[in-house]
């Protein structure tokens, strides 16, 4: 398990970007943490770690969107995704098997279905405003991260 206490969003996204690069593909990076967390600013840098210099943004109408760069990145809201025939039509198991990077919002609601290898980053508010905590727990962020 890994904590990292962020004080703004820029400094959340630098560490995303850090993290991006020791991701080996196919893996579910899922997200715990309610609306304004920071769930896509960790995705947004996940994006930069991984060479893409596409806007990214809430998936939330699209449910997925994919980003190609050094690898591919699929970003899912998983919102609304309330049964596994749901989670099949967003795409999510053709493209992991691909070997993409999937960063999952609301992982809560695909709990079930979360391989064992994921990297979950539960995201809390801290002390003040603009602060973070990050937790990041799984098997594969021990081996996957950092250079
Ligand atoms: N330390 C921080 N890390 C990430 N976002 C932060 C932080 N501090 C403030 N914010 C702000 O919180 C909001 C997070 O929004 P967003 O990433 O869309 O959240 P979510 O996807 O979890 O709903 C943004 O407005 C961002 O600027
Ligand atoms: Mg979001």
Known sequence: MQKVVTENAAQTEAFAAQFAKGLQGPVVVAFFGGLGAGKTAFTRGLAKGLGITADVSSPTFALVHEYRGEKTL??????????????????????????????????????????????????????????????????????????
Not at 86 to 97: H, I, M, S, V
Not at 106 to 111: K, L, P, T, V
Request: aromatic letters at 14%.
């Open 74 to 147: 699929y970003h899912f809201d998983m919102y609304r995704v309330e049964t596994w025939e749901d989670l099949y039509a967003t795409g999510f198991f053709d493209d992991y098997e691909t070997g993409g990077i999937l960063a999952c919002e609301w992982s809560e609601n695909i709990e079930a279905a979360l391989p064992e290898n994921t990297i979950r980053v539960t995201i809390e508010r801290g002390a003040h405003d603009t602060q973070r905590i990050i937790t990041i727990e799984g098997e594969g962020a021990y081996e996957n991260y950092g250079d």
